[in-house]
């Protein structure tokens, strides 16, 4: 377990530390002035709890039925109540490093101090996460407003000790048990504070991070297999020239160019497309327009990271304790903000991995690969080569074109018409995840092709470059097997896969090139 410590404050909290904690098993800390945040508004609930005029969220029921004043006997009975009710998720469950990330987010938010949740609940939190405890959160229950309800009402369930969780091992018992185990006392909710642990659009936030971290790693990775195409196609570097990329000032388009440029550095392959048995005055959009289509996508990237670091920033709740001592609601779990950009996010993948199939699709078509054998087989006709490599390719991007279409269009009203627009952001962030997936084995299967390609027109007498060939030596040092005859292709189509994720694509060309953005 990595034992690097996230502090949690006041302010909100970084992209790096979510995924630390998510993804790293990073222990996380509450810091004095969080605690003392926390202990200060929850003066101010309580306070609030003793007059006999009703407050939202403190001494009232909740959405369609916030008319009604709940005296004070009942009010514990109400907040448990809340998230047992509330916890109706259904389906396959979701991912463990979703669910750290969703626990953690909600902490960061209670941190905050807006919240009126005692200084031992937020105690618990960090606790959960520091022992490894995953609450079992279920696919299908939030619609992104109020927030992701139902996610982190069955992560607020098992900080009660009810419902299930997954330990340290793997095993999922009941979270009462593990707790216990864990020397962890469950807690017994008050006024205001059930509520607080539901209300946040903590779940899509978290996804959201985490796909923007996988996502650059992939468009990085784009730029090396669309730089190894074009070498292979024989195609011009010379559309990648800065001065071409510096009259339309995209700064996505500028980074993309600039990466391809630095990948073909030194190749013997680049600029034959007028002098092969195919001459062509220009290369065809999907490899000429890489940085262009490429670059776009990093912009869209770059600005759902002003989304993200603004939701990392707030205090997401409903009801909030301001610093004047109100306690007023709001509508600031609305997911719209973070729904959107998961929606186009999906978009340019979709986009990304249908320029980055095209490619693939020319290197295998002898009428278009400018010298190269049918689908980079061995012997043609007796050998398929790569065939259906790319139909594997073509189903993946079938299926991103499906998956970016936006969730976030779409409200379907609940609560008996209180909550009556909503975000789908959960669900927006769910097909991303998907969709970030198959990117990441479509780029793997232009790699595969690519480097394929180079390696046949080394054979023909042509020096790749320095970074090609160091992209090359290190696949096949991960068992990626180079060109010959057909063989079982699934194990190397997933070893690529593996290669691409892991970011060890981009650590084998750096040395060569440089940093690569």
């Known amino acids: 377990m990595d034992m690097h410590t996230v502090v949690v404050g006041t302010s909100g909290t970084t992209a790096q530390d979510v995924i630390a904690v998510a993804r790293g098993n990073a222990r996380v800390e509450l810091s004095a002035a969080a605690v003392g945040a926390l202990a200060a508004a929850r003066e101010i609930v309580d306070a609030l709890a003793a007059k006999p005029e009703p407050v ?14 709940i005296s004070q006997e ?36 209670v941190a905050s101090g807006h919240t009126g949740v005692r200084p031992e609940v937020a105690q618990t939190m960090a606790d959960v996460l520091n022992a490894g405890i995953t609450p079992v959160v279920h696919e299908y229950g939030s619609l992104g407003c109020s927030g992701d309800l139902a996610p982190l009402s069955h992560c607020a369930l098992a900080l009660m000790g009810e419902g299930d969780a997954e330990g340290p091992d793997g095993t999922v018992r009941p979270a009462g048990e593990l707790l216990a185990a864990h020397g962890i006392t469950p807690v017994e909710l008050r006024e205001k504070e059930g509520l607080a642990l539901l209300n946040g659009t903590d779940g899509m936030l978290g996804m959201l991070v985490m796909a923007l971290a996988d996502l650059k790693n992939l468009y990085t990775s784009a730029d090396i297999t669309a730089a190894l195409s074009l070498e292979a196609l024989l195609g011009t570097d010379k559309v990648l020239a800065p001065e071409l990329h510096a009259i339309r000032p995209h700064p996505g ?12 550095a030194g190749s013997g392959l680049t600029g034959h497309f007028q002098e ?3 001459p062509r ?3 065809a959009y999907s490899v000429r327009c890489a940085p262009q289509v490429n670059g776009a996508g990093r912009d869209t990237l770059d600005y759902a990271a002003i989304v993200a670091g603004r939701e990392l920033a707030s205090a997401v709740d409903n009801p909030v304790v301001l610093p004047d001592g109100r306690v007023e609601s709001n509508g600031n779990f609305h997911g719209a903000p973070v729904a959107y950009v998961l929606d186009f996010l999906a978009i340019v993948a979709a986009d990304l991995g249908s320029i980055t199939e095209r490619r693939t699709d020319r290197l295998l078509d002898k009428n278009r690969s400018h010298g190269l054998p049918p689908f980079l087989a061995d012997d043609a006709g007796v050998d398929s080569g790569l065939m259906i490599a790319q139909y594997t390719q073509a189903a993946l991007v079938s299926e991103m074109k499906r998956l970016a279409v936006p969730a976030s269009a779409d409200s379907i009203p609940s609560s008996a018409m209180q909550e009556d627009h909503v975000s ?10 998907t969709a970030v997936d198959n990117l990441a084995r479509i780029v793997a299967v232009e790699l595969y092709a690519a480097t394929r390609a180079v390696e046949l027109r080394a054979a023909q007498g042509l020096t790749p470059a320095p970074a090609s060939q160091a992209a090359i030596e290190a696949l096949r040092a991960a068992g990626v097997e180079g060109p010959g005859p057909d063989r079982f292709l699934s194990p190397d189509l997933a070893a690529a896969d593996a290669f691409v994720r892991e970011g060890r694509l981009v650590a084998a060309v750096e040395p060569v090139t440089g940093p690569l953005a």
Do not use: C
């Open 56 to 69: 939202y969220g403190v001494s009232t029921g909740f959405g369609a039925l916030a008319s009604r004043h």
């Open 74 to 109: 009942l009010r514990g009975r109400l907040q448990r109540n809340i998230v047992r009710s509330h916890a109706a998720g259904m389906g396959p469950r979701v991912e463990r490093e979703v669910v750290r990330a969703l626990m953690f987010l909600r902490l960061k938010t």
């Open 281 to 283: 005055v220009q290369d």
């Open 276 to 278: 092969d048995e195919a």
């Open 253 to 264: 388009q500028g980074v993309s160019a600039d990466n391809m440029l630095r990948v073909l």
């Open 424 to 433: 789908m952001g959960w669900s927006a962030a769910r097909k991303l995840r």
